[in-house]
């Protein structure tokens, strides 16, 4: 393909857009018919007409496809019509569907999207760069950054890993309030594994293995300094790289750059989030100690392991040392409980990112399956981040159910086609006692009288407030304390009906106010740290940043 195809979000980023019904360019919300021949044509119609069009699709993938053509058209147009049913569209524009849409890149292509780097370039994306943020009439502020090797739980889909970049910035702008002219997604092209992709006659990415991790080292380092040079402002958020360079990648730049991992840190965030509405709902009906939790893992990725140590700060916020914290996880990969005698790990080949968390009590017993692990640790929480569907078996789920008076089960692989538990038979087998938390959407069911709705452990919840919060603040880099206020301040946004519910998120229809609240606490956080650079917002109280948030967010 070519060396780099330069448009951000199409025309968004330059600001040249002609709307669909606009002649000859013209930036107007109405057109009469003594200025214009053609007819009279509102903004109003246009989002009724693309509402009716929607509902007469016959697929959520054709939905999506003609979506992404409103976006790059008339932005204004895509954003009004997310704005008024972001509960109806989330799952259109993002998870599930855009699942489907990465799979399916290369057949549905109809245009760039954003900036597509090949490694083959590498020694000039300094240059690339550089000429490209010359030509830009809006500065990006927000990056989103793929190699497309791992994707939701659907495997390494090359250069279709563009789709993620651009549905992450979607809900940037629709939940988050970041301007669409400020977006840039960007997939850095390395090649893939997956063999069906790179042969697909109409695949239009590298047509070469994967890059080795050295070999993507070299060109993330280029890439990271020439965007940081090009965007200096800008906040980089990395999205779906596999688990040894998504770790790899974290650790070198975090101190570096204005970065941080959505897979890693934003999915900690939100379940730790989550993790404490549930943990404190659970100990009120069962008398035991916060501190007192117990958390199975099934699944040692980078989402996993992310997750589990950013779940260990509600254990440190109880009191306990970090050891004491780690103690309260076991994590099961694919060869079952992670432990200091399992052979992978006397022999050194088990994955780095793994070590921190491997049992050394287990007395060299080894436990390879996710019934033995329960049996053996009786946790009052089961998070899955495994890809598998259906791993959280029915034995296991009433196991669960008899161990606690309200099991916390959090099945959080995307999408829903990955997830280990659905809401209806953790409701069936629990006898409706479950805390759930799902990483994809399920519907409200209605169970003894009582309208029963599911949590959704959504990135969508806390990463747009990071970035815009790191934003606001001019944040020098996104610590490790800016991420965990972020999950403080989103277990902090359940409003008093949600409460009431049993919710263990907001929901998504205030997902404004709760990303206002999120990017707030990311300020605070940053200006206790001495990281803002901001002054304007130094001293002001909760309150008052909740309110500048919400000044500075951008409607269409």
């Not at 965007?231 to 998504?246: G, M």
């Not at 263990?504 to 650079?533: H, M, N």
Request: proline letters at 5%; glycine letters at 8%; charged letters at 25%.
């Amino acid at each position: 393909m070519a060396a780099a195809v330069a448009q951000a979000f199409s025309s968004i980023s330059n600001g040249t857009l002609t709307p669909p019904y606009t002649p000859n360019g013209t930036d107007s919300k109405e057109i009469s018919r003594s200025s214009s021949p053609h007819p009279t044509i509102t903004s109003e119609q246009n989002l009724l007409r693309l509402k009716a069009h929607l509902q007469n699709l016959p697929t959520d993938l054709l939905k999506h496809v003609h979506l992404s053509k409103i976006r790059r058209e008339d932005p204004a147009l895509y954003f009004s019509a997310i704005r008024d049913d972001l509960t109806g569209l989330a799952p259109i524009v993002y998870t599930p569907t855009v699942g489907e849409a990465c799979q399916k890149y290369s057949h549905i292509y109809q245009g760039p999207e954003g900036l597509y780097l090949s490694i083959d370039d590498k020694d000039r994306i300094p240059e690339i760069l550089a000429e490209y943020a010359a030509n830009l009439s809006t500065t990006p502020q927000i990056l989103v950054v793929t190699d497309g090797s791992r994707i939701l739980g659907l495997g390494d889909l090359g250069i279709g890993g563009m789709g993620i970049s651009v549905g992450k910035l979607n809900l940037y702008v629709a939940g988050g309030g970041v301007n669409p002219h400020g977006t840039l997604p960007v997939v850095l092209d390395m090649g893939t594994n997956t063999e069906a992709i790179r042969n697909d006659p109409l695949y239009i990415g590298l047509r070469r293995p994967r890059a080795s991790l050295e070999e993507a080292t070299e060109f993330m380092d280029k890439f990271m300094a020439a965007a940081s040079s090009a965007f200096p402002k800008a906040v980089i958020q990395h999205e779906d790289f596999y688990s040894e360079a998504a770790f790899a990648f974290l650790e070198k730049y975090k101190n570096q750059y204005r970065m941080f991992n959505d897979d890693i840190e934003g999915t900690g965030s939100v379940i730790l989030g989550g993790f404490m509405a549930a943990a404190k709902q659970a100990s009120a009906a069962s008398g035991k100690a916060l501190k007192d939790h117990r958390v199975v893992f099934l699944g040692g990725g980078s989402a996993a392991v992310g997750v589990a140590k950013e779940m260990m700060n509600f254990f440190r916020m109880q009191g306990l040392t970090e050891d004491e914290a780690r103690e309260r996880f076991w994590l099961i990969d694919t060869k079952g409980l992670i432990t200091s005698t399992r052979p992978d790990v006397v022999s050194g080949k088990i994955a780095s990112h793994k070590k921190y968390f491997i049992r050394n009590d287990t007395e060299g017993k080894e436990y390879p399956s996710l019934a033995d692990v329960v049996e053996y640790v009786k946790p009052t929480a089961l998070v899955g981040l495994s890809t598998t569907f259906g791993a959280f078996g029915e034995d296991v789920v009433r196991r669960m159910a008899e161990l606690n008076e309200t099991p916390i089960i959090f099945p959080l692989s995307n999408p829903t086609s990955k997830c280990e538990l659905s809401f209806s038979d953790a409701l069936d087998w629990t006898n409706g006692k479950v805390l759930f938390a799902s990483g994809s959407p399920y519907a409200p069911i209605e169970r003894d009288g009582l309208l029963r709705e599911p949590g959704q452990g959504n990135n969508f919840l806390v990463f747009p407030g990071i970035g815009f919060g790191a934003l606001q603040a001019g944040a020098t880099k996104v610590s490790e304390g800016m991420i965990t206020a972020s999950a403080i301040s989103l277990s902090e946004a359940l409003n008093d009906e949600e409460k009431k519910a049993g919710l263990l998120y907001p929901r998504l229809d205030r997902i404004r106010e709760v990303s206002a609240k999120v990017a707030a606490g990311v300020v605070k956080k940053a200006q206790e740290e001495g990281l803002d650079t901001n002054e304007k917002l130094r001293g002001l109280d909760e309150k008052a940043l909740v309110e500048e948030m919400n000044k500075a967010q951008w409607w269409p």
